[in-house]
């Protein structure tokens, strides 16, 4: 985040904006697309997850990947706008990661 907050601040500069724009401060990584079995990560998701965890700050809550992003991708529709259990499932993933995310950017 920080290569992200110098490439604006250069720009600001050489486009002489003068609002009161602050830094991008990282929340935390997001898990994407990780893979379960019996609704637990698998054990290659799992030791990723903690290895993210050692690095930085992780939210607890992720997405699975599955047919439910897969198939509003293709009808180019939101995921809460799919009818299959997959989607159902990974709709409730993005609500607990987007309820998550605003109670740490608060």
């Known amino acids: 985040i920080n290569n992200v907050n110098e490439d604006i ?27 379960e079995y019996a609704e ?13 965890r050692q690095a930085g700050d992780i939210f607890e809550h992720y997405v699975t990947e599955g047919d439910g992003l897969r198939v509003a991708a293709a009808e180019r529709v939101s995921v ?7 989607a159902y499932k990974q709709a409730s993933q993005f609500k607990n990661l987007t309820i998550e995310f605003m109670r740490t950017c608060r």
């Open 9 to 35: 601040a250069m720009l600001r500069n050489a486009l002489k904006v003068g609002d009161a724009y602050k830094d991008t401060i990282f929340a935390g990584a997001m898990g994407m697309m990780a893979r």
């Open 40 to 52: 637990e990560l698998k054990q290659t998701e799992q030791y990723e997850y903690n290895r993210l």
């Open 80 to 86: 809460y706008d799919v009818q299959i259990s997959n």
